[in-house]
């Protein structure tokens, strides 16, 4: 653990239980628009214009708010009933089905023409497996001439910017403590959280691990599946990805 957790009012609780009500505050320097408009930038250039979404690690809902009024049809999932809750408190999201759901089976009965998997969600699954059965997942969801569109964090981005990330903030009703490491024989980003909220006694510790795997592997697990890989981009550029990217955007096409 990157903490001291003796003090007895430490309670450990399951990852984004209680990071949840203020995760927005904590992605308060992530551009949403920009990133929704990134997204609607890479379907104008392949000349795709989908009628309907799932953004299958919608979180909070904020990348949706983005595209609410530019996508006819918009769905969120995530895998926590918290981070779902803060979504549903959205007015823009109010007429959005968004519900729990697990990126390896869906529980969406129609087919959609857009699937994405942004903010590097698909590092949280901790196998090669796994990653393969999500993309396989994906692909049944999509309509025919579909598009997925899901990022990836790089090893150099979590040896860069979090080998040894720590930050304390205090705001009015809550205050936190965020401490990270990479473990570079695992390829393990684990992050600890302690969450403290005003008139509350106790302490909350959550963990967070993500499989920071090569970029190589990205490339073999979609060569294995039905789908067409179309671009592998730097950031959040048209720009082909390199051994220098921290984020990689992969764009494929059913």
Request: proline share 3%.
């Amino acid at each position: 653990m990157l903490f001291n957790w003796l003090q007895k009012n430490i309670k450990h609780v399951p990852p984004y239980e209680k990071l949840a009500p203020i995760y927005d505050f904590l992605m308060r320097h992530v551009d949403y628009q920009m990133w929704a408009e990134h997204i609607l930038s890479i379907y104008k250039k392949l000349h795709f214009s989908p009628e309907s979404l799932l953004d299958t690690s919608c979180g909070t809902g904020s990348f949706l708010v983005n595209l609410s009024g530019k996508i006819t049809e918009l769905y969120g999932c995530d895998g926590s009933f918290p981070m779902i809750r803060q979504a549903r408190m959205k007015e823009k999201l109010n007429r959005i089905p968004l519900w729990v759901n697990d990126m390896r089976r869906f529980g969406l009965k129609k087919q959609v023409d857009a699937i994405v998997c942004l903010y590097d969600s698909i590092n949280y699954l901790k196998t090669s497996d796994e990653i393969l059965l999500a993309l396989e997942n994906f692909y049944e969801t999509v309509k025919e001439r579909g598009v997925l569109i899901f990022d990836i964090c790089t090893i150099q981005n979590s040896e860069l910017n979090f080998s040894n990330y720590y930050e304390v903030k205090k705001e009015n009703g809550f205050s936190y403590t965020r401490r990270s490491r990479f473990d570079r024989k695992k390829h393990i980003q684990i992050t600890e959280f302690q969450i403290k909220f005003k008139n509350d006694p106790r302490l909350y510790h959550e963990v967070h691990r993500q499989r920071i795997y090569p970029t190589e592997l990205f490339f073999d697990l979609i060569e294995k599946t039905n789908w067409t890989l179309k671009y592998a981009l730097d950031g959040f550029s048209f720009d082909a990805a390199h051994q220098n990217s921290n984020r990689i955007h992969f764009v494929l096409i059913k």
